[in-house]
Structure formats: C-alpha cells, structure tokens
C-alpha cells in the first residue's frame, strides 16, 4: 500500500493523531454531559428546598391573594435561573401550580416521585433524536410525602450547550491537527530522508564506488546505522584495496619465479646454457619451484584456517624449548646481519597449553620478521614471562619501525606496509595474518606498538599471550 518509509510513516502517525483525537472528543462530550446533569441535579435541589418550603406555606395560606402572587413569582424566577418548566403536584397527581400550563410529565416518573424517591432521567419528544431532562423530588411535610417538584430541563439547552463547546472543540482540534501534521511531515523526513542517503550510498558501493559515504549529523539510532555504514564502507574500500594489492603482489610473486623456470629451462633446451653449468641452473629451477610451493602452501593455509572446521590439538609444552628451536634456526640469518640477540625467560623451562606446531610458526614469524626489518649491527631482545594465568611472550627490534597509519592494518591478510621492499623482503603478505589467525584460535591476543628512537629509526614490539600450563 505504502511504497515509501516516508509515506508509512507520515500516515500511521496521522492515523494514530486522528484515533486519539476522536476518543478524546467523544471523552470530553462525556464528561460534558455528566457535569451539565451533575450541575442541574444540585440546582434543582436548590430550587426545590426553597419551593418545598413555599409549597407548605402556600398549603396553609391559599386564601392569600398576595401570597399566591408571590408563590408564583417565585417559581418562575428559579425557572428563570435554572432554565427549566417548574412543576408543582399533589399526591392526587394534580397539577398544584407550573411555569407552564403545556408541560406533561410521564406519569411513570410522577409514581416514582410521589412515592418518595427522586428521579433524574433524560425522556424522549417528538422531536427525533431529542430528550428532555426532567429532575424530580418530593415535597415533605412534617416527615410525610405530600406532592412533588418537577423540572423539565427543555432539549434545546443542552443542544446549544453542546453546540457551543463543539465550536470550541472543533476550532482547538482543527489547529492541532494541522500543527501535528506539520510535525509529522518534518518528523518522518528527518527519519526517511537519512536512510534513503543511506539506500542510495549502498547501491553505489555496490557499483564499485567504496568511497562513498553517509553524513552523521545527530545521535539516534538511524545515525548510528549512517555510522556502522561508514564503518562497513571503511572495512570494504580497505578490503578492496588489499584485493587489488594482493592480485598485484600475487601476479609478481607468481610471475618472478615462473619466468626464471621458464628461461633457465628454455635456456637447458635450446643449448644456450652450456651443460657443465647445467645442474646449477636446474637447482635454481628447484629453488624458484619451492617458492611457488611454499606460496601456494600459505594461500591453502590461510583458506583452511579461515574455515570453521579448523580445530587445534591442545597440548602441554615447554615454551622455552620451543623458542631456542625457532632461533637456532634462525642463527644464520642472524650472524649474517651482525645481530645481537638479549633473551630474558623468567624460568628455564616455561609450559603452556597450546598446539606446538603453530605457536612454533608464530615465533618462526615473528623472529624472521625482526631479523629482516632490523638495522645491522643492532639488537633483538626477547622476553617471556608470567602474568596472572597467562604466560607473555615479548620481541622488539631496532628498524625503519611501523608507520602509525599502519599498525591498524598489519595483522589484515594481504597487507604489507613496505610497499617499496626489496626483493630480499618479498612476500604475499600472510605472515602476521596467520600469527593473528591462530593466536586467535588460542582465544589469544597480540599487540604491535612502534616507537621512535631518533628520527632514523624506532624500536618496535610485538607482544602476545598464551595460556598458562
């Protein structure tokens, strides 16, 4: 029915408007009506203490010409005042005295009035949809009923009555009305007009264009969506950027090794390479193979251990034993940089509970890391200690460091904030994606932080925990 959030909006509320208004008229008619009867009732009451008084004077004294005159003079000064038919009978039903000779009260309400009860009831004319009020009360004489007071109250007051305040009403409703549909106009275009920005930026991310982006200018939930849109659009246009980078980086990885397969093999074919150095260049094929191996063999690992299925074989393990593995491994990289390397384990044997074959590779990426980013001639220190149930693990090295604007991103697959490395640098950017990948698996944390040393170079730490046996 509706197309629109705007138009759903814009008349559910009028809808809504219009509903309450409607109950509150027909309240306020109501309570109208009552209070008009409740005010009658107490001025009739009113009226006939002082009739009744009268009556019974009148009752005695009938023969007064003067006092009948006065009689009468006062019953149309309370019809007057009350705006209603006053009449007077006795307990024969007879018609004592009246305001107006015309006036007929059912006798229904005569019987009940002469029996000594009071009667307040809307009866119907001849006139459609129109009732009188009549009110009715007992005269007492010395503990004893002898007549009664009647006073029809005419359908037209109460018409007029009601008609004046519908004025009133109608007036007061119609410039509410128009003030609350202003309001609602101007309220569903502040909620509609952000999400359709927000629709229109979708379509265009979805069209390529990542850099697109909402304006958040107040603090309700549709802003924290513009926001959380922002965000996703953020998380995108960087993934996008990682993408195109990966492709890059994937095609030169892929395309260095290859040519140098195919040349060196070209070369074995065609004679150009002569025999004696044959087996040098077919160990150079071998190696570049490996690097496409290892390649692919990331790129695999990287797949499975993004999937679900992915589960971990927890064990108990001496961390430090691990950690002397990973640098005796790494002792010729070391030497051949002139490295110092200060290691601090705060116990010679540390246990831990993971899965030794990947925190293995965690600590073989991270020092490989630190070796190939650090100055020569400079030190690399390695610390582990215990901190509550958990064991630290902390390496920092001395380098060109991690710019600011990167430290967000280097745990992100594919990235690689040396854009301009050597070819000794080279890589898919997968390192410290696995180190994060499974640290997490661990339910495990690590943090980066790079810190200027002099204006050539920064100390950088990369520190994470493991669970402690």
């Not at 009739?44 to 009556?55: D, F, G, V, W």
Request: proline fraction near 2%; hydrophobic fraction near 40%.
């Amino acid at each position: 029915m509706f197309k629109t959030i705007f138009q759903k909006l814009f008349w559910t509320s009028t809808a809504i408007i219009l509903v309450v208004i409607m109950v509150i008229s027909v309240s306020m008619f109501g309570l109208l009506n009552n209070y008009i009867v409740h005010e009658r009732m107490e001025a009739s009451q009113k009226a006939s203490k002082s009739i009744e008084y009268l009556t019974t004077e009148f009752a005695a004294e009938s023969d007064d010409f003067r006092f009948k005159m006065a009689y009468n003079s006062t019953l149309a000064s309370w019809s007057m005042i009350l705006g209603a038919k006053i009449t007077v009978m006795d307990m024969e039903q007879n018609v004592f005295a009246a305001t107006d000779n015309s006036e007929i009260i059912p006798g229904t309400i005569i019987n009940t009035v002469l029996s000594g009860n009071n009667i307040n009831k809307f009866v119907k004319t001849s006139e459609k949809r129109s009732h009188r009020h009549i009110i009715g009360m007992p005269i007492y004489y010395q503990g004893s009923v002898l007549g009664g007071i009647f006073f029809s109250y005419p359908p037209s007051i109460m018409k007029s009555t009601m008609q004046e305040f519908s004025h009133i009403i109608l007036i007061s409703l119609l410039a509410a009305i128009i003030f609350a549909l202003i309001l609602i106009y101007f309220g569903s275009r502040s909620v509609s007009k952000p999400l359709k920005e927000i629709n229109d930026a979708v379509l265009e991310i979805a069209s390529g264009k990542f850099d697109k982006r909402v304006d958040v200018s107040a603090a309700d939930e549709v802003a924290q969506l513009a926001s959380s849109f922002n965000y996703m659009a953020d998380s995108l246009e960087h993934l996008e950027d990682m993408r195109s980078s990966f492709i890059s980086d994937i095609s030169h990885e892929l395309r260095t090794p290859m040519t140098s397969i195919s040349g060196f093999v070209s070369g074995i074919l065609d004679g150009t390479i002569p025999k004696e150095k044959q087996t040098e260049y077919l160990e150079l094929v071998l190696e570049e193979s490996n690097r496409l191996v290892r390649l692919t063999n990331d790129m695999f690992e990287m797949t499975k251990m993004s999937s679900h299925g992915y589960k971990l074989s927890i064990k108990k393990f001496d961390f430090a034993e691990t950690i002397r593995l990973c640098i005796i491994a790494a002792e010729s990289k070391i030497e051949a940089k002139n490295l110092d390397l200060n290691i601090d384990f705060e116990q010679e044997n540390i246990f831990v509970l993971a899965e030794p074959d990947s925190i293995k590779r965690v600590i073989i990426n991270l020092l490989d890391n630190a070796i190939k980013y650090s100055f020569e001639n400079t030190q690399i220190d390695i610390r582990v200690f215990s901190e509550n149930t958990h064991i630290v693990f902390e390496i920092s090295n001395i380098g060109t460091g991690i710019e600011e604007t990167d430290l967000p991103y280097i745990f992100d697959r594919f990235y690689k904030s040396d854009k301009s490395r050597s070819r000794e640098k080279s890589g898919a950017g997968l390192g410290l994606f696995f180190v994060k990948n499974i640290l997490a698996l661990h339910s495990q944390q690590i943090t980066a932080k790079s810190i200027n040393i002099d204006n050539n170079s920064k100390r950088t730490t990369f520190t994470f925990t493991l669970e402690k046996a």
